[in-house]
């Protein structure tokens, strides 16, 4: 056996320290492949929570009219308090159903409501003839009328003014023309019966006659009317009240001066500005030149010219 001959000094420590340096690194190399591969293990770690929590935070876009049944969910293994959720529920089944009630109006993110809004209809504070009723659910704001707008209120309202004005001057000239066209007429019958009964006779005379058509007017028992006293029964011959009335003979007027006097006897009877005392109440009359049975049941009043004046007795 060969033995190795033992060194000692500077030399020794030398080969020492050569023979221990392989061990070291190795050491070193295997404590940075720990450090290395437990970071990875970090980044990993990293990456799966961050994975996994995307995961469950993702926005779900729903269509308008789509329900959130199929929608996830919050979740939480966080009992529910008593004072707050009934009964033993969790967090799970009550988000789940308050889900499940919910409905999408319309399109876009789901924290968006879309209000309803109010129609507002303006109208000028003035009446509107026009107007139609308003729509339910609608309000009204009154504005002050612009001066055009008054102005053509005030010019509607003096038109219907002058309108109703001339409407009523209208009618009451048609009702004057009317009036005046009525009193010529009867002026006319009572002239007529004047010049064709009495033109021969004295004023006196002539308004005797006409006294006597007069209150036959009056008289219950004959027309309302001078006209329909003058004509009664002309339309039969020989049957009326005053003979020149159904005699046959045409009604002309030959004498213009006698046709005057007439009409202004008849106009002075009938405005009452000549009275005649003893015929007040006369209703008949005929000439002295004939006697006609009715005469003897009447009683007579008086004689005037050539004609004798009766009254009922």
């Not at 026009?130 to 055009?148: I, K, M, R, V, Y």
């Not at 039969?236 to 006897?265: E, M, T, Y």
Request: hydrophobic residues 40%; glycine residues 6%.
């Amino acid at each position: 056996m060969t033995k190795t001959p033992r060194t000692s000094g500077p030399a020794a420590h030398r080969t020492r320290i050569e023979h221990r340096a392989p061990t070291r690194g190795r050491a070193s190399a295997a404590g940075y492949a720990t450090m290395v591969l437990g970071g990875m293990m970090l980044v990993v770690a990293f990456a799966f929570a961050g994975h996994y929590m995307g995961q469950n935070a993702i926005a779900h876009n729903a269509e308008p009219g789509e329900t959130l049944d199929n929608q996830a969910a919050p979740s939480s293994n966080i009992l529910a308090k008593g004072s707050l959720i009934p009964g033993a529920d969790s967090l799970d089944s009550v988000n789940k159903a308050s889900l499940a009630q919910q409905v999408v109006t319309g399109t876009g993110k789901g924290d968006l409501v879309e209000m309803q809004q109010q129609v507002v209809k303006v109208v000028p504070a003035a009446v509107n003839l026009t107007e139609d009723a308003e729509e339910p659910g609608s309000s009204t704001l009154a504005l002050a009328p612009t001066p055009a707008k008054v102005q053509q209120v005030i010019m509607l309202e003096r038109s219907t003014v002058a309108k109703r004005a001339k409407t009523a001057k209208s009618k009451e000239a048609q009702k004057a023309i009317a009036q005046r066209r009525s009193q010529q007429a009867e002026e006319n019958c009572l002239a007529r019966a004047v010049y064709f009964e009495a033109r021969s006779e004295s004023d006196l005379g002539q308004l005797a006659v006409a006294k006597v058509i007069l209150n036959r007017v009056k008289d219950p028992e004959y027309p309302k009317t001078i006209c329909g006293v003058v004509y009664q029964g002309s339309g039969r011959r020989n049957s009326c009240q005053f003979s020149f009335a159904c005699d046959g003979l045409p009604d002309d007027v030959r004498s213009a001066q006698s046709w005057a006097h007439a009409k202004k006897i008849a106009r002075q009877a009938i405005a009452g500005d000549a009275q005649v005392a003893a015929i007040s109440t006369a209703t008949n009359y005929h000439a002295d030149y004939v006697k006609p049975k009715w005469a003897k049941s009447m009683k007579r009043l008086i004689k005037i010219g050539r004609h004798i004046f009766y009254e009922d007795s």
